[in-house]
């Protein structure tokens, strides 16, 4: 096919041209390697496609129908070299990354930002799932990247840890005068906890330490957002377990406050996920080493 696909541009050219020695200047050929082209498609297909005149050739009318296809083809397969040229250049694209919405909120947004003022011509589709959700659209394709919640057990997937991150646990003004001192995990266990809904990985990571230490954890309220969590525990409703690097603000004014416990919860990460049996594209790998850079 390869070899059929070079004779067909030989044809189209001469076509356009229609003059041998022309098209053999165009294609940087000699004029007898175009005319054995020429001869050996029609060969192959077994019809005349030119008709030799004194002033050059013209097109038979087999020749005419199958430029008609053959030109069109050949412009596609132009256009597409030229589509990846511009990908290669980063000078058009787009770019899939999922992200859930407390990293997308409060650490993703600057690289999002300096990446466009970069590459304002590459598309930015952005979707907003649950780690486990990510996890399933990069394995199907539907997204090039997704910066997830770790740890991740997906043998299919290339994971890089780009931030470290710390599960605390935090309280309003009433609750902080009621506990002065450190809990064990058993006491803050019996205080009415407010945790992220259970499909969520940050909920399964603390539950799982949690029952390490054989202490089952049942919150009072489920949430849907990290932001949530902030709110309910500033209006004293309750515990919420945050991620201590996205609640700086509350922590900074005094709104939220700390618990400390005899025993913290092990540090965990963030990191981009994508599928190890695909190389990343130009335009995935520039984006993936703005946020090595974090």
Request: glycine share 4%.
């Amino acid at each position: 096919m390869v070899v059929k696909l070079e004779l067909y541009r030989v044809f189209c050219e001469v076509a356009k041209q229609k003059s041998l020695s022309k098209a053999a200047s165009s294609l940087y050929m000699t004029q007898p390697a175009v005319s054995q082209s020429i001869a050996q498609l029609e060969r192959e297909l077994g019809l005349r496609l030119f008709t030799r005149t004194s002033k050059g050739v013209i097109l038979t009318n087999e020749g005419k129908l199958l430029f008609e296809y053959a030109n069109s083809a050949i412009n596609l397969i132009n256009k597409g070299e030229e589509k990846l040229e511009e990908w290669k250049n980063l000078s058009a694209g787009e770019l899939k990354i999922g992200v859930g919405d407390t990293i997308s909120r409060y650490f993703l947004l600057p690289y999002l930002e300096k990446f466009h003022k970069l590459y304002s011509n590459i598309k930015l589709k952005i979707m907003n799932k649950t780690t486990l959700e990510l996890c399933a659209l990069v394995k199907s394709g539907e997204i090039d990247i997704a910066i997830c919640n770790l740890p991740i057990e997906e043998p299919a997937l290339e994971i890089i840890k780009i931030m470290d991150i710390h599960d605390i646990f935090v309280c309003g003004n009433v609750y902080k005068e009621k506990l002065s001192s450190a809990l064990s995990l058993k006491e803050l266990s019996n205080l009415p906890l407010i945790l992220l809904e259970p499909k969520s990985n940050s909920r399964r990571y603390v539950e799982k330490f949690f029952l390490s230490k054989g202490i089952s954890i049942k919150p009072e309220i489920e949430l849907g957002s990290h932001d949530l969590l902030l709110e309910f525990a500033r209006i004293n409703l309750g515990v919420s377990c945050v991620i201590r690097e996205f609640s700086q603000e509350y922590l900074k004014k005094k709104e939220l406050f700390e618990i400390k416990l005899n025993e913290n919860i092990p540090e965990r990460s963030i990191g981009i996920c994508f599928l190890k049996s695909v190389s990343l594209s130009p335009t995935s790998e520039r984006f993936v080493q703005i946020l090595g850079k974090s």
